[in-house]
């Protein structure tokens, strides 16, 4: 059974950093590319970010390039999103994928498996 576990969530002030990472088992994670995507109130899910399965190439969702890092740990099984400057504006449920392509996409229906997602909330 895939499951793909984000944690790392919580509340931040404007400014400040969070690190999100996303666990993942069952699956060869290796042979995944691996994205991160979020939904904020009212809208419809956003793609932030992907990279690909060995982790030498990303790519990043428009105004978020210099924040946001995707990282990937193959050994581990687990990928992370570091975010920095936070704003409000990104305050969502952020959410873990699993796509069976090299890269990755910004697209959700490129994404095979899903995780459950963990809330971020920046305050102002």
């Known amino acids: 059974q895939v499951r793909l576990v984000e944690s790392g969530g919580g509340l931040v002030q404007a400014g400040g950093s969070l690190r999100l990472s996303c666990a993942a088992s069952?699956?060869?994670?290796?042979?995944?590319?691996m994205g991160w995507f979020r939904q904020a109130p009212g809208k419809e899910r956003e793609f932030v970010g992907r990279i690909s399965r060995n982790g030498m190439t990303t790519f990043y969702g428009d105004s978020l390039k210099g924040r946001f890092t995707l990282s990937r740990d193959n050994a581990k099984n687990t990928l992370f999103l570091q975010m920095n400057s936070l704003k409000s504006e990104d305050t969502a449920v952020y959410y873990c994928?699993?796509?069976?392509?090299?890269?990755?996409?910004?697209?959700?229906?490129?994404?095979?498996?899903w995780g459950q997602g963990t809330q971020v909330t920046v305050s102002s």
């Open positions: 994928g699993a796509s069976p392509t090299w890269y990755g996409s910004s697209n959700q229906r490129d994404y095979r498996y």
């Open positions: 069952g699956l060869t994670f290796s042979d995944f590319a």
